[in-house]
């Protein structure tokens, strides 16, 4: 099974760029994308509904902010919205599809800036009641991968310059406690470094230039139990669609 994970930082634009035309000749199973900033209505052309998938559509609100996507090849049991965050729901940052034994999860997760003390507190509530989502579904007979883009490095070598992101939101103290907890405390495991050891594979450049200050803050996670079913993993840079790469893995799963 093929996973596909991009934030698009607007999926017109991104569309424009190519992003459909590559995305569709992949020969993925499963296609999740963050950051629409467009509603549904707005995405009635036949460009935004490839032939062979499922469309499904989380938009905030408040136009042209967030929204995430899940395109399917096979049909899911059920789609589930919102993590049961209140008000946090609204902003439109989860989309989950559940199949008989696999669900598959689009996360957008909140950004902050280093001068802005509301925007972090509203980004450690976000993280630390999704952490508490998580430790909850581990024990359920079920299989997770989320496709997340958490603007968070977890370790230098996620870093391009890791001095320019010292203290910096998405790469504090607090951020690597949070990723240790999921990876070490809770048992989900970082798909692609289960594949992939390279100190050069970054997915987001919060400045557009892809000379410097790469992140590699677009992942996969899955649950533990796929922790072996991990075949291939690669992120796509040979076109550029947004600020963002994406994520490309393969796992030895049928849903």
Known sequence: MRVISFCADGIKQAAKNGFYDWATNQDADIIC???LAAQEYDLQDNLYHPDGYYGYFLDSPEPNTNGVAI???????????????????MEARYIQADFERISICCLFAPKATADDADSIAHRRHFFDAYQNHL???????????????LFTAHREIDLQN?????????????????MDTLYRDLGYVDAFRQVRDDSDEFTWWPDGDRSQ???????????????????????YKNQVF??????????????
């Open 242 to 255: 947004s600020s963002h790469a994406p994520l490309v893995m393969d796992y030895d799963i049928e849903i």
């Open 33 to 35: 994308v963050q950051d």
């Open 71 to 89: 395109y399917v090849r096979e049909m899911p049991k059920a789609i589930m919205t919102g993590l049961g965050l209140g008000e946090a729901d």
């Open 135 to 149: 430790n909850k579904i581990r024990n359920k007979r079920r299989d997770y991968i989320i496709c997340g883009s």
């Open 213 to 235: 200050n790469g992140w590699r803050s677009d992942i996969q996670v899955v649950s533990e139990g796929l922790r072996n079913q991990v075949e291939y993993g690669t992120i």
């Open 162 to 178: 890791p001095e320019a992101a010292a203290k910096q939101p998405g790469f504090t103290e607090d951020d690597n406690l949070w």
